[in-house]
């Protein structure tokens, strides 16, 4: 079952870094993909807006804009620095990791790691059109890093954990790779309450909406999560609470009650690693 969710993931994925390439950066969102509000590429284009200056998306090329599927800006939520090493879990077409590795030189590097042929090819020619000199991009899955110990000062991924079937593997993974003292900037998608009330097929319609296969956790489970994992300094903020009556597919009144019982939501999400032990 998890693999099967995992290759529905990376097809899904490839559709549209193989869509973003052929139409020149339009993206597809909405009902079938991305954490959007609305389906076609004009609402997703909008919806970038959210987190993303103007300033910044002129930065980058137009196909890395058009194929983030993201919902927020965990680059803003870092506060990167030169020098730092960082990487983005789920890096699609690269989107977050160009704009960090402008933040981090001199001296810094950003990695970006995607499971996925033809994001990867879409993110090496975002980077060629960039002329970043201090990006690399990873081919692999965000529940076994390709990256050693202690490698990375910040690790941060948009809308992407959300997807993944194992989130354990993701935060030990994420704490196994970043330094003593490094931190964790995340923008995902969870659920405001407990989702074990939602009907199945309420979990469902909203996974397809919003592109997150109804994978989400409760902000409780996020924080407790992290916690277990050894992370300090945690904190779960939401910044877009999901209209129901945006939602297509929830045909009822029922259905869209029950999300205003249990809403999903994007947040940020800050987490640090304790910084190593000073010998006596």
């Given amino acids: 079952m998890a693999e099967d969710l ?9 559709e549209l870094a193989v869509a973003a390439r052929d139409e020149g950066g339009a993206s597809c969102c909405g009902s079938s993909c991305g954490c959007g509000a609305d389906s076609g590429t004009e609402a997703r284009t909008a919806d970038l807006s959210f987190g993303y200056s103007q300033s910044e998306r002129d930065e980058l090329p137009g196909a890395a804009v058009g194929a983030s599927l993201g919902c927020g800006n965990p680059v803003m939520l870092a506060e990167l620095r030169p020098g730092e090493v960082v990487l983005d879990l ?9 704009l960090s ?7 810094g590097k950003a990695y970006g790691l ?12 975002n980077k060629a059109k960039s002329g970043m000199e201090n990006v690399e991009f990873l081919k692999g899955e965000i529940e076994a890093i390709p990256l050693p110990d202690g490698r ?9 954990i959300n997807l993944s079937t194992d989130k354990r ?4 993974e994420a704490f196994r790779v970043l330094k003593p003292g490094g931190r964790l900037a995340v923008s995902d998608v969870v659920f405001l309450g407990s989702k074990a009330i939602l009907p199945r097929d309420v979990l469902e319609t909203v996974g397809l909406w919003t592109g997150c296969v109804a994978g989400a956790l409760e902000k409780a489970e996020y924080e407790a999560l992290l916690a277990e994992t050894g992370f300090e300094d945690i904190s779960v903020e939401v910044q877009n609470v999901y209209d129901p009556e945006a939602i297509e597919g929830l045909d009822t009144g029922e259905k869209r009650q029950a999300l205003r019982e249990v809403p999903a939501a994007s947040a940020f999400i800050r987490a640090r690693k304790p910084a190593e032990q000073s010998r006596g």
């Fill in 101 to 107: 590795a402008k933040r981090v030189s001199p001296g």
């Fill in 169 to 172: 593997a993701v935060i030990s």
């Fill in 114 to 125: 995607d499971m996925t042929d033809e994001m990867l090819a879409l993110a090496e020619r």
């Fill in 90 to 98: 789920g890096s699609g077409g690269g989107i977050d990791v160009l």
């Fill in 6 to 14: 995992r290759e529905r993931v990376r097809e899904k994925y490839a």
């Fill in 152 to 160: 990375v000062d910040v690790v941060m991924s948009n809308c992407v």
